[in-house]
């Protein structure tokens, strides 16, 4: 069979390797991809915001399964697109997408449903907003309704600056577009887990959480990125709290969405925050994150296409996942000045001495192939990821194989998994 994966980042390269580890799969395309994605897969360009010529292109492939990536695809019906023209896709359709691309309508689904998530007022304009204020105790987080990759919330430490943030985001001086919807929302304290699963509409089957490390220094300081790191543990949810949140959280997600009308088929990635009291839901995406995807897809241990099909053929139930015991952790490498300014082209070297370590797979999230010579291409460029029987070895792995790595200015966390070492007796 041939996969088409739609994307171009470290997420899309893990997908690939994994897909191309699938004794049914002849083939693996990805669009458009990137330097280090076109070692496992055929990359062909495509514009992932072009709806037209994504489907121009599956069209043309006639791929036996098409994996989304990306947001911005699905929220532009993409699935829905593909499936009007019979090809099997793997994703939620824009209306179920919706849990990620409307910040809005995943609040509102959440209180219909009665699924724990932080008290929260949706906002149309500034006046609602500072009546609904004054029902928030500072720090107030303000939220920009639409998919802002990754800067569309604001923990603010007044009301006044909350007050600010929302004009920023009304007016499209704060991410560039103009806001008509803005969440307030009660500040949650607690430890973060991404609790992924996958969804066939009906049942869900979870896949091994993981943590992210978003904040670009050190300790956890500075400005957000797209994620430095990411780590996955058996030890990070007990069975019990994995039951309690497929039953509290995952599970009525799902029964929730297809009572709706709008059954959601794909990754269900659910942000909790563990707080005091019980797991909350901070944000749903609806696809696999990226850099969870690198972690988990190295602790894999079934065939992922097989399970993708499950969830297609609404067969989840019958199929389950293996993983393998111990952890997984990802260390990105980034360009210098990264979440700013950065520059790109300039030479990877020590790739083939970083792939030798044991356990170890490099994943490109910014990387081009120009003239032979492996080039930076984005703010993030590889995540370095590592499989092992233990976090401590996981790391150890990731950090080894890291050394080899350069690239002028390459940057990385030297901290990912601090929360998980220092709850070790
Ligand atoms: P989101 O895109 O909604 O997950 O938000 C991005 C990040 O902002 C989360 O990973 C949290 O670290 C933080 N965040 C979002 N909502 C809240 C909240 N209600 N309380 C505290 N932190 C939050």
């Known amino acids: 069979m041939k996969v088409l994966i739609l994307g171009s980042g470290g997420r899309e390269h893990a997908l690939a390797w994994s897909v191309a580890r699938s004794e049914r799969v002849t083939e693996v395309v990805c669009a458009p991809g990137n330097g280090g994605i076109a070692q496992v897969a055929r990359c062909v360009p495509v514009n992932l915001k072009d709806l037209n010529a994504m489907v121009r292109l ?105 007050i600010e943030a929302a004009q920023g985001l009304f007016a499209g001086t704060l991410l560039g577009v103009v806001e008509h919807q803005v969440v307030i929302e009660e500040f949650l304290q607690g430890g973060e887990i991404s609790f992924l699963c996958l969804s066939d509409g009906k049942h869900v089957t979870p896949l091994v959480p993981a943590q992210d490390h978003k904040c670009i220094g050190e300790d956890d300081t500075g400005p957000n990125t797209g994620g430095m790191g990411v780590y996955s543990t058996d ?21 929730g969405m297809a ?9 269900l990635y659910c942000g909790l925050m563990m707080t005091a009291r019980g797991p909350q839901v901070l944000e749903f995406n609806a696809r696999f994150g990226d850099p969870e995807t ?20 609404g067969n989840l139930a019958e199929t389950s996942m293996r993983w393998t015991p111990g952890a997984a952790a990802c260390v990105i490498a980034s360009s210098a000045g990264y979440p700013g300014k950065y520059k790109t082209g300039l030479p990877i070297s020590g790739l083939a001495a970083a792939a030798k370590v044991p356990g170890v797979e490099v994943f490109h999230s910014g990387s081009a192939l120009v003239d032979g010579q492996l080039v930076t291409a984005g703010g993030r460029v590889l995540g370095v990821t590592a499989v092992a029987p233990s976090l ?25 998994g601090h929360r998980a070492l220092k709850k070790k007796p």
């Open 235 to 255: 030890e990070m949810l007990d069975p019990a709290m994995t039951e309690w949140v497929l039953r509290h959280i995952a599970e009525p997600t799902v029964s």
């Open 58 to 162: 599956a069209e043309a492939e006639q791929p036996g399964l098409t994996i989304v990536g990306p947001e911005v695809p699905l929220s532009l019906g993409i699935v829905d697109a593909l499936q009007e023209r019979g090809l099997r896709v793997f994703g939620p359709m824009r209306a179920a997408a919706m849990l990620e691309t409307s910040k809005a309508f995943a609040k509102q689904f959440l209180q219909r449903h009665s699924i724990p998530t932080a008290n929260y007022a949706v906002c149309t304009t500034m006046a609602e907003f500072e009546k609904a204020i004054e029902f928030f105790h500072a720090p107030i987080v303000v939220k920009a309704d639409g998919l802002a990759a990754g800067k569309g919330v604001i923990i603010c430490a007044s009301r006044q600056t909350a």
């Open 294 to 313: 690198q972690a988990l897809l190295m602790r894999l241990d079934s065939d992922l296409v097989d399970a993708l099909e499950a969830a297609i053929d």
């Open 392 to 416: 401590e070895e996981a790391l150890a792995r990731a950090y080894q194989a890291m050394e080899e790595i350069h690239f002028e200015g390459m940057y990385f966390r030297h901290d990912i």
């Open 259 to 267: 009572e709706e009308g709008t059954p959601f088929i794909g990754v």
